[in-house]
């Protein structure tokens, strides 16, 4: 089946430095991925939406130059957490579409779990 | 933001018994699927009902949908411990997925 792999799976930073966080698409080509936050017990909350070759599509209420999208292939999208502080630790989540039929499942990554200190 | 509510939030039940969980949303939507995650990973796609669809099944997996009251519901038949996870609905209206709030299992064996 279609696989999707996030890197890292943990990462561990200091307030004011950025972190990168890629999604890779291993077997299937993905024109859309998308980003997801998730605070413990609580549902994904959907940061934007990442088309191969163009900008990205952010939802409201994220600020789209802290949080950086980059989908620069058909399988590769990257979060760029910019000036990080603590507020911004969370689980982060990517997932990609196969195909471009919009009732096809998401494939989703094993998650980020970022910790600013 | 969030599209919906799922209940019940949790839910504890004995392994071999039913599980139901329920989903609202706000939306039309154009169709509904329905993920698990274990803790602390990313999710897994059980299913997706269109929104012409009424009812399907997978396995011990059975979900309907009504447009009308804008809710679905996941039945799980003869739980097992492994069942035990959180249960995600998500409603794709704008070819973009929108995650209910989820309802965490626990199947004691």
Known sequence: GAVVSQHPSRVICKSGTSVKIECRSLDFQATTMFWYRQFPKQSLMLMATSNEGSKATYEQGVEKDKFLINHASLTLSTLTVTSAHPEDSSFYICSAREGTAGDSPLHFGNGTRLTVT | ?109
């Open chain 2, 1 to 109: 933001s969030q599209q919906g509510e799922e209940d019940p939030q949790a839910l504890s039940i004995q392994e071999g018994e039913n599980a139901t969980m329920n989903c609202s949303y706000k939306t039309s939507i154009n169709n509904l699927q329905w993920y698990r995650q274990n803790s602390g990973r990313g999710l897994v796609h059980l299913i997706l009902i269109r929104s012409n669809e009424r009812e399907k099944h997978s396995g011990r997996l059975r979900v309907t949908l009504d447009t009308s009251k804008k809710s679905s519901s996941l039945l799980i038949t003869a739980s097992r411990a492994a069942d035990t996870a959180s249960y995600f609905c998500g409603t794709d209206s704008s070819y973009k997925l929108i995650f209910g709030s989820g309802t965490r299992l626990l199947v004691r064996p």
